[in-house]
């Protein structure tokens, strides 16, 4: 049963000092301490990582905020639930989180309730925003591939076997198939409507 710590900031000209500070008063070995001189926007961090590889069950993980360990809430709870599955505590110092405590783990389950409920918002204001672009026209996703001005001519030459499908796929600026089969069934439908 190990105490370990957690410290980071976001970029190598920040100090650590604050964060070392903490630690030191609650007596951690330097060894057991990871750093990590880099943004927190995901969790491919390096001292993050040896940290996760290092904990073992019964250890507890202790940070001097929130913020350092993760970027946003999902974050957190994601990295308190992978400390969870192993078997090892969470303590943040500055919002005193404790999951060794019913205090603590409350805590997490507000965190998560609200995390739901922002999630929630974002994919509501997207869904708004989605619709909204729609009704004014926009086009979301790619860019449409059009096909080339002489369309009709390849589409003839190749139903007549004269050049395979892959010489215009060329000539139509290199479209893949599932487009040319796209455009094709567009182009044979308009060709439909004007007889």
């Known amino acids: 049963m ?3 710590g957690y410290i980071r900031v976001s ?7 604050r964060q070392q500070i903490a630690m030191d008063e609650l007596k951690i070995p330097k060894g057991n301490i990871f750093t990590d001189k880099q ?6 961090r390096p001292g993050l990582q040896r940290l996760f590889s290092t904990v073992a069950h019964g250890d507890t993980v202790i940070v001097e905020s929130v913020s350092r360990f993760a970027r946003n ?14 078997g090892v505590e969470f303590v943040s110092l ?4 404790d999951t060794t405590t019913p205090t603590g783990k409350f805590m997490l389950t507000v965190f998560g309730a609200v ?11 997207q869904a708004e925003g989605i619709a909204a672009a729609k009704r004014r026209g926009v086009h979301l996703g790619r860019p449409i591939k059009k096909p080339p001005e002489n369309f009709g001519e390849l589409v003839q030459a190749w139903e007549n ?10 000539q139509c600026g290199g479209m893949c ?19």
């Open 161 to 170: 076997k004269q050049i395979p499908l892959s010489k215009v796929l060329e």
């Open 2 to 4: 190990n105490i370990y």
């Open 94 to 97: 500055k919002e005193r989180i």
């Open 11 to 17: 970029d190598v000209s920040q100090n650590l000092d």
């Open 73 to 86: 809430t999902r974050d957190l709870l994601d990295l308190i639930d992978r400390l969870t599955r192993k």
């Open 39 to 44: 943004s927190g926007k995901n969790t491919a």
């Open 115 to 125: 995390a739901e409920l922002e999630r929630g918002y974002i994919l509501q204001r």
């Open 177 to 195: 198939a599932a487009t040319f089969y796209r455009r094709l069934s567009e182009y044979r439908s308009k060709r439909r409507r004007r007889r």
